[in-house]
């Protein structure tokens, strides 16, 4: 395969990861247990503009990795158009989530897991580093967030 297209700017490359986290709904989750076992699940998320809100079940693979380890990967999607999000993650039960996010996470994706019949909690990720890239030609200037600050 050619690759003709000229790299995207970083400034373009962070105009669309918020693009991105705007409209798409889902997002890969990679967390680990203790004993370093992966789990990769996809789920619904919001963005609030400093943090994406996750919800599921306390008690699964994820919900306890998430708790346990307060770290995770985020992934968007298509391998030719890769985003990685790494964040810290804060656990709120279904009574202790700010209502500004629950509500939103209602309206973007029609759900409210706190009228669920099953137990859910909410899990902020405030990112920590941010890296996007189409195919290797942007490989050299994929970071675009580290400790938590916009490079660009």
């Not at 690759?3 to 962070?14: A, G, L, N, Q, Y």
């Not at 203790?34 to 919900?63: I, Q, S």
């Not at 298509?78 to 209502?99: A, F, H, K, M, N």
Request: proline letters at 7%.
């Amino acid at each position: 395969m050619t690759i003709t297209e000229v790299p995207r700017s970083p400034e373009h490359r962070k105009r669309d990861v918020l693009d991105r986290l705007e409209r798409e709904t889902d997002v890969w989750v990679a967390s680990a247990d203790a004993d370093g076992v992966p789990c990769l699940v996809a789920l619904w998320f919001v963005w609030d503009g400093e943090a994406l809100w996750l919800a599921t079940r306390p008690g699964n693979p994820t919900g306890r990795n998430l708790r346990a380890g307060r770290r995770t990967r985020l992934a968007f999607g298509d391998t030719r158009d890769v985003v990685l999000i790494d964040g810290d993650v804060e656990t709120y039960g279904s009574d202790e989530v700010p209502p500004a996010a629950a509500e939103a996470f209602r309206a973007k994706t029609g759900w409210d897991p706190r009228g669920d019949s099953a137990t859910y909690a909410y899990y902020r990720v405030r990112p920590r580093a941010v890296q996007a890239w189409h195919e290797q030609r942007e490989l050299p200037q994929r970071h675009l967030m580290r400790d938590g600050i916009w490079l660009v």
